[in-house]
C-alpha cells in the first residue's frame, strides 16, 4: 500500500534528507524486470533479501528495509553513520568475499550484489545462474554490470562517464522490489537536489582544475588503483567543474608513478578505507608517501598541499559517490580552490 505522508517524512528525517516527499502507486505483482541483460520476476516483496556489497546493502537500508534483510557482506568501508542503528538489526556475513554457501544458509528470498565480482560470470562468490536455480531472483547494480572486449578487469570499461542516472535506476527498481516506491522517490529527489549543489561549486578562479583518484596499493613501489577516466571518480571530477587526469577507460586501472607523475594533476584525491587490507589503504599512509617520496613530492597538487582525503568507497559508482564529491569540495573551498 501507499505509505503515508508521516511514514515518509519520518524516513527523510530520521536519514537526513531534504527532499520534498513525493508518491508513486503500490508495485504490482508479478513484476518483471530487465537486469543487466537478464529477466528477473517477483511474486512478492522479498522478507529475506541479502545486500551482497556495500552499495546494496546501504541502499536497502536508505530505504529503510533493514526489517526485510537476512544479512550482508562486502563492506570496505563503515556503513554510513545515519544508517548504523539500521544496520545493527542486521546479520553481517563477512566484511570480505562471502562464500555461496553461507549466503544459502540464511534462507534468503533475494539477492542484490554491488559489483560482478559477487555476482557475474567471473565471481568466485556466485554467478546469477546459481541463484537461479535454487528460486533466488538476483539483482546487479546496474552501474556496475558493464564489460568490454578491449579492457578485461574485474570491472570492466566505461565509453562514456558514468552519471547519476544509473543509480536512480538502482534506486527505483528495488525501490519497486519491495513495494516501497515512494521511499525511492524521495531519495532520488534528495539526491538530485545535493548533485545540482555541487554542480555550482565551479573552481573559484575560472580554471578547470584535473584530478587523480587514487585508492590504494598493494606497497609504495606497486602501481597505484587509480579512478579510470568515466569512472565515479571522473563524474566526481565533471561534478565540481574540472576533469579526470587518468584517459584509461578502465574501470580502476592500476598504473605506475611515472605515468600518474605525467599526468600533473591540480588536485590528489586519496581514498580512506577501513578494510586495512594494505597499510596504504589509510589516507595518512598515502600522504606520507607523496609528500616523502623524491619524485613524487615534486608534483604541483603536493607542492601546492592540494591533496584532499575522500570515503574509499565513494569512488565506486554508489549512493555514496555524492557524499565524496561533497567532501571533496568542503576541502578544496577551504583551500580556495572552489567557491
Known sequence: MIRSIFAVTGLIATLGFAATPTFAGPTRYPLTLENCGVQVTFEKAPERAIGLGQNSAEILLLLGLQ????????????????????????????????????????????????????????????????????????????????STKEVKDAYGSRSALWNMDLLYKEI????????????????????????ATLRASVPADGKTLSYVFWFSSPSPSADAYVGGKNSASGFIADMLGGHNAITAEAEW????????????????????????????????????????????????????????????QAMNPTIRTIYGAEQVAEQLKTLGLLK
Not at 299 to 305: D, E, F, H, I, Q
Open 172 to 195: 527505483d527498481e528495488l525501490s519497486q522490489i519491495f513495494d516501497v516506491a515512494d521511499r525511492g522517490h524521495a531519495l532520488i529527489a534528495d539526491f538530485k537536489a545535493r548533485e
Open 67 to 146: 526489517d526485510k534483510m537476512a544479512g550482508t557482506a562486502f563492506w570496505p568501508s563503515k556503513v554510513l553513520p545515519q544508517l548504523a542503528e539500521a544496520n545493527a538489526k542486521v546479520k553481517l556475513l563477512t566484511v570480505e568475499f562471502p562464500t555461496f554457501e553461507s549466503i544459502l544458509a540464511e534462507n534468503p528470498d533475494f539477492v542484490a550484489a554491488a559489483l560482478p565480482t559477487l555476482l557475474g560470470p567471473d565471481s568466485k562468490v556466485a554467478k546469477r545462474e546459481d541463484f537461479e536455480k535454487v528460486g533466488v531472483p538476483s539483482y546487479l547494480s546496474p552501474s556496475t554490470c558493464l
Open 253 to 312: 586501472p592500476t598504473l605506475g608513478w611515472e605515468s600518474i607523475i605525467a599526468a600533473n594533476p591540480d588536485v590528489i584525491v586519496v581514498a580512506s578505507l577501513d578494510r586495512n587490507r594494505w597499510e596504504l589503504d589509510k589516507p595518512e599512509a598515502k600522504i606520507a608517501f607523496l609528500t616523502t617520496d623524491p619524485a613524487v613530492s615534486q608534483l604541483s597538487a603536493v607542492k601546492n598541499k592540494a591533496i584532499v582525503v575522500m570515503d574509499g
